[in-house]
């Protein structure tokens, strides 16, 4: 198994549009073979001193995948082609972090 944290940086004011394609994912992605988790998560603001808040320009995708393999296959699945034309004028960098449980 692997763990996904893709931080996805918008332009300023974007976040709700961008959402809106995003969700429009969860039922193929969660229906791809090899998915174990996928979902978007935004900022939730604690009394934490050591809690470093993303901002509000930001999307944090959370996945788990049974493997390595399973995730090039998603990147390459027919949904996420037809999904990244409609959010490419919101999404101004992406940070991509591919973890393995220890």
């Known amino acids: 198994m692997i763990h996904v944290i893709a931080t996805i940086e918008l332009a300023p004011g974007t976040r709700e549009r961008f959402l809106e394609e995003f969700r429009k994912l969860y039922a193929p992605v969660r229906a791809e073979a090899g ?14 001193p050591a809690q470093v808040l993303a901002g509000e320009d930001v999307v944090v995708v959370v996945e788990k995948w049974e493997s390595v393999e399973a995730l090039a296959a998603h990147t390459a699945a027919p949904h996420m082609a037809e999904y990244r034309p409609r959010v490419k004028d919101f999404v101004r960098g992406v940070r991509l972090q591919v ?3 220890v």
């Open 99 to 101: 973890l393995r449980p």
């Open 35 to 48: 998915c174990i988790e996928y979902g978007a998560a935004v900022d939730e603001p604690t009394s934490s």
